[in-house]
């Protein structure tokens, strides 16, 4: 069993950075495939960024160049640093992760354990 904590999350104004934490439990945690997915009021949970084991991200089209995630194997814990904030960021963001199974990293189904979430609200 693997929990998920995150934390960082506010309210923003456009323009904005934040950070936000994910510490994990786990003996094994430098194997998880990590990921950020977040979602809107109404809207599905969208895929954010992903990052690997070994520390290589991919992001989602719409935060690329502006968000930043990042691992410390060492604490447990992945980051998601959001530059450069839009209103449109606004959502709830998750952090999950995936052991032990395969499939697109961009899809729910790849992951396994999911976080509490985290509110991101953004005013413009």
């Known amino acids: 069993q693997v929990q998920l904590v995150e934390s960082g999350g506010g309210l923003m104004q456009a323009g904005d950075s934040l950070r936000l934490s994910c510490a994990a439990s786990?003996?094994?945690?430098?194997?998880?495939?990590m990921a950020w997915f977040r979602q809107a009021p109404g809207k599905e949970r969208q895929f954010v960024a992903t990052?690997?084991?070994?520390?290589?991200?991919t992001y989602a089209d719409s935060v690329k160049g502006r968000f930043t995630a990042s691992r410390d194997n060492a604490k447990n814990t992945v980051y998601l640093q959001m530059n450069s904030l839009k209103p449109e960021d606004t959502a709830v963001y998750y952090c999950?992760?995936?052991?032990?199974?395969?499939?697109?990293?961009?899809?729910?189904?790849?992951?396994?354990?999911w976080g509490q979430g985290t509110q991101v609200t953004v005013s413009s």
């Open positions: 786990g003996r094994a945690f430098s194997n998880y495939v």
């Open positions: 990052i690997w084991s070994t520390g290589p991200t």
């Open positions: 999950t992760a995936s052991v032990g199974k395969g499939g697109s990293v961009y899809s729910v189904g790849r992951y396994n354990y």
